[in-house]
């Protein structure tokens, strides 16, 4: 039974380019959630999305960041014109509606911008 | 918001002494509370959680409290080891099935051989 997954694991940008960052839930898992963790700091809550819709985005940057969970594949946190504040530890998590709001973590996508 | 607080922000113990890590939130809707454990480099895991109709829950060498009505959560780990080594996170929530995490700030716990 495949964790979430999530690709690349590695990710390196220049200033000004795009980031294209990919989350698989957990079979049967329909919530998806990203976090944002800055070097040596807690993590933060971006944004929160079931099927086709973002059902929460408070924690999300307003300009340059969207997220999408299309009805089919992967969702996908997208960071347009990068910067060096961009750079961070980015976890996707999921979780079913029947399990309390059990949130499991994939391994995270460490974002790098020169 | 909610806003959660997490003591200490380092802890150092030896090995088969005890640690506890405390926590306090801020939204008295809040009603999930988890634990992650995250090493160097790693996910965060979830060790543990508890939910707000319950004070108590133990597993194994872990276990956490929760005092709604002092709107604080504990962390308690008995009998530690060097794999217990790591960053602690507290994080609370609302909603019965679904609803972001709102984390505290981290633990680094070293246990001393």
């Known amino acids: 039974n495949a964790g979430v997954m999530q690709n690349p694991r590695h990710l390196v940008r220049r200033r000004g380019q795009e980031a294209r960052l990919r989350c698989s839930p957990m079979k049967g898992h329909s919530h998806v959630y990203w976090y944002r963790q800055l070097p040596e700091e807690g993590l933060k809550f971006m944004v929160y999305?079931?099927?086709?819709?973002?059902?929460?985005e408070s924690g999300m940057p307003k300009e340059r960041f969207s997220a999408e969970f299309p009805k089919e594949g992967p969702s996908i946190l997208r960071i347009q014109q990068v910067v060096r504040g961009d750079s961070a530890a980015y976890f996707c998590?999921?979780?079913?509606?029947?399990?309390?709001?059990?949130?499991?973590f994939g391994p995270g996508t460490r974002l790098t911008v020169l | 918001g909610e806003n959660v607080e997490q003591h200490p922000s380092t802890l150092s113990v030896q090995e088969g002494d005890s640690a506890v890590i405390k926590c306090t939130y801020s939204d008295s809707a809040s009603n999930y509370f988890p634990w992650y454990k995250q090493e160097l480099g790693k996910r965060p895991q979830l060790i543990i959680d508890i939910r707000s109709n319950v004070g108590e829950k133990k597993d194994q060498r872990i276990a956490v409290t929760l005092n709604k009505t002092a709107k604080h959560f504990s962390l308690h780990i008995t009998e530690t080891q060097p794999e217990d080594s790591a960053v602690y996170f507290c994080?609370?929530?609302?909603?019965?099935?679904?609803?972001?995490?709102?984390f505290g700030q981290g633990t680094i716990l070293t246990v001393h051989p």
């Open positions: 999305l079931q099927k086709e819709n973002i059902i929460d």
């Open positions: 998590a999921s979780s079913n509606p029947g399990d309390y709001n059990e949130q499991f």
């Open positions: 994080a609370a929530s609302k909603g019965t099935s679904y609803g972001k995490l709102t």
